[in-house]
């Protein structure tokens, strides 16, 4: 809890950001962010609308303290949920339109997971050839691909159960359950899928201003179409993190900013290349202590 008060209480377009997203979700996201409780917080229909939120006010309150002059991205991405702030701060979307769907997105993905109820598993220290094996043979899917050794799968609960004792039989190092409430980024979310795509097709996306990498395919999306397939595509596709990530390095990227609460995607960063260099901005501290790096790629 306290997710972002600091950046609210210091700049007034991290601010504006919070109070834009509690005039459009029609609730008061702000204190759920800041006082809780935790257990709604944590709940996925508030906690996609919550995380870009405090994604974007970060990238809002960063922009105002370096007077404007951060750097123009050479390309932004996100993880899963991240495309999202990827998308505004690309301006494909404005805010209001991303936290709306942010919100309906979490909304979607929580009833599915009721209808097909499923669950995720981090594998740690484990060949993705492997696991793949392993999933075949247990009706579950690779959803994540973090870093070397860290990957994810996802299916219905017994069947995740039954992939990761395989995946430990075989020499996995570790085998962790995650706290989700669904089998995200797999089949079982089709129905997330029909409602997305019902609701995306009634918007506006603009082309990108600077290209976004895909979780799906790991490569630049510069179309407004394109971005709409994505969004749709990725809520049962795997999430190419650590190709996206190598695609940006080969394209000459010596940079790469994480926005947003929290330092995961920092940590796999660094576990995927150690010659680049890695910036985490948050909060206050760490956007206070910013530098203007070059050439870089936006995360969130």
Request: glycine share 8%; with cysteine; aromatic share 6%.
């Amino acid at each position: 809890m306290g997710m972002g008060r600091d950046l609210y209480d210091n700049f007034p377009p991290a601010k504006a950001v919070f109070e834009q997203a509690d005039k459009v979700l029609g609730f008061s996201l702000s204190r759920l962010c800041f006082e809780g409780p935790e257990v709604d917080l944590r709940d996925t229909i508030n906690a996609q609308p919550a995380i870009l939120t405090v994604s974007y006010a970060t990238l809002q309150a960063a922009r105002e303290f370096t007077g404007d002059k951060l750097p123009q991205p050479a390309f932004v991405a996100g993880h899963s949920l991240g495309e999202y702030t990827a998308l505004a701060a690309a301006n494909v979307l404005d805010f209001a339109t991303a936290v709306y769907l942010a919100r309906e997105r979490g909304r979607l993905m929580s009833e599915a997971g009721v209808v097909l109820p499923g669950g995720m598993t981090a594998i740690i220290g484990f060949d993705e050839n492997l696991l793949t094996e392993v999933c075949q043979q247990t009706g579950t899917w690779v959803v994540n691909i973090n870093c070397p050794g860290q990957l994810v799968i996802s299916g219905a609960r017994e069947a995740v159960a039954k992939a990761g004792e395989l995946a430990k039989a075989k020499g996995a190092a570790r085998v962790i359950p995650l706290p989700v409430s669904g089998a995200f980024h797999t089949p079982l979310m089709q129905s997330a899928v029909d409602g997305m795509a019902k609701i995306i097709a009634g918007l506006t996306f603009k082309d990108p201003t600077v290209p976004i990498i895909a979780n799906t395919t790991a490569q630049p999306l510069t179309t407004a179409t394109a971005i709409k397939e994505e969004l749709i595509n990725q809520l049962c596709h795997c999430v190419q993190w650590q190709r996206s990530i190598e695609y940006m390095i080969g394209q000459g990227i010596s940079t790469l900013i994480e926005i947003g609460p929290g330092k995961v995607l920092t940590g796999l960063i660094k576990r995927i290349s150690k010659d680049v260099q890695t910036i985490n901005l948050g909060d206050l501290a760490s956007i206070k202590s910013l530098i203007n790096p070059s050439p870089m790629s936006l995360l969130s």
